[in-house]
């Protein structure tokens, strides 16, 4: 299935093109921030940022040579 798939794209370009097209226009229309062009409609997709209040680690690797057994 996916190999018939990578072989059609690009023998049908002008599909490939329209359906690139599309992801764009989606990915424009839906983006989070404005970029004020007045070309298209907004539907943006709200963000939330939820803060990490977990404990901050920090993990050391280090060689002790022959002073940790093994």
């Known amino acids: 299935m996916f190999n018939r798939l990578v072989k059609y794209f ?8 329209i359906i690139l097209i ?4 989606t990915g424009l ?3 989070p921030f404005n970029l004020k062009s007045g070309l298209l409609p907004r539907d943006p997709v ?7 209040i977990g404990e901050n680690q920090q993990i050391a690797v280090i060689d002790a040579g022959k002073s940790v057994p093994r």
Not at 10 to 17: D, F, H, Q, S, W
Not at 22 to 25: E, L, N
């Open 29 to 31: 229309v839906t983006m």
């Open 22 to 25: 599309a992801f764009v226009v």
């Open 46 to 52: 709200p963000l939330d940022a939820i803060p990490d």
């Open 10 to 17: 690009p023998e049908n370009r002008l599909i490939t093109v």
